[in-house]
């Protein structure tokens, strides 16, 4: 039998470390941080336990290349949902209903993603974020930006800002008045992306309806709740 070539090892350790990653995500939501430990993950993955320590220097370098991975690969998701745009404050209001529907889809991971960015060692770099980052830059400077190093930066903040407020134990603020904000702050039309009331399916299944659903209708914007 000839050896596998440089291309096919490649593709190999790609979808090894690919499962690795999914099934950190997995693990999170089921169990919580604390609880899921690097045995778990090789074990759902399907992979030998070394090849964790091989990937990753440790547990929270993997969840967070993990949720870099999920909201890069949600957020692409959503730009490519037909019908397709080319709009750049449409794409834009996708890229936000999408980061802020994780909240809802992805809850204990989310939160464990923000409170594992306040740790020493902070903010991880990796191939995931590092595809996050571009995607996002891309979204702002489609949506017109003259300066994208300055305001991907700012979308970021802003995004993050959001997801923590809407995961705070006890105090959460509810996604339509995060969406609210977010949308005046960029000026973008409430109807665009996918506005409360509508029903369209996200990739992964989730009724997108209930995402928004809440009892004010002061949440929605003045300009469009006028008669």
């Given at each position: 039998m000839s050896p596998r070539s440089a291309s096919v090892n490649e593709e190999l350790r790609r979808r090894s470390r690919e499962?690795?990653?999914?099934?950190?995500?997995?693990l999170v939501d089921e169990r919580g941080f604390e609880a899921t430990t690097l045995a778990g993950i090789a074990d759902r993955a399907g992979s030998a336990r070394g090849l964790v320590s091989y990937y990753f220097p440790g547990k929270?370098?993997?969840?967070?290349?993990?949720?870099?991975?999920?909201?890069?690969?949600?957020?692409?998701?959503?730009?490519?949902?037909?019908?397709r745009t080319e709009d750049g404050r449409e794409r834009l209001a996708r890229a936000i209903d999408a980061i802020l529907g994780l909240t809802q889809d992805h809850p204990a991971l989310m939160r464990q993603h923000m409170a594992g960015l306040l740790q020493a060692e902070g903010f991880v770099q990796c191939p995931e974020q590092r595809r996050l980052s571009e995607l996002l830059g891309d979204t702002v400077a489609r949506y017109g930006s003259q300066n994208v190093t300055a305001d991907y930066p700012m979308l970021r903040a802003a995004l993050m800002g959001a997801v923590f407020a809407a995961l705070v134990p006890g105090v959460p603020m509810p996604v339509p008045a995060l969406r609210r904000e977010l949308f005046g702050r960029y000026a973008l039309d409430w109807d665009l992306g996918v506005p409360p009331g509508s029903t369209p399916e996200s990739p992964g299944g989730r009724d997108l309806s209930r995402f928004f659903a809440t009892e004010n209708r002061d949440d929605r914007p003045e300009s469009d709740t006028a008669s």
């Open positions: 499962r690795l990653l999914q099934a950190a995500v997995e929270r370098q993997l969840v967070q290349s993990a949720v870099h991975r999920l909201m890069h690969r949600t957020l692409e998701e959503a730009l490519e949902r037909e019908p």
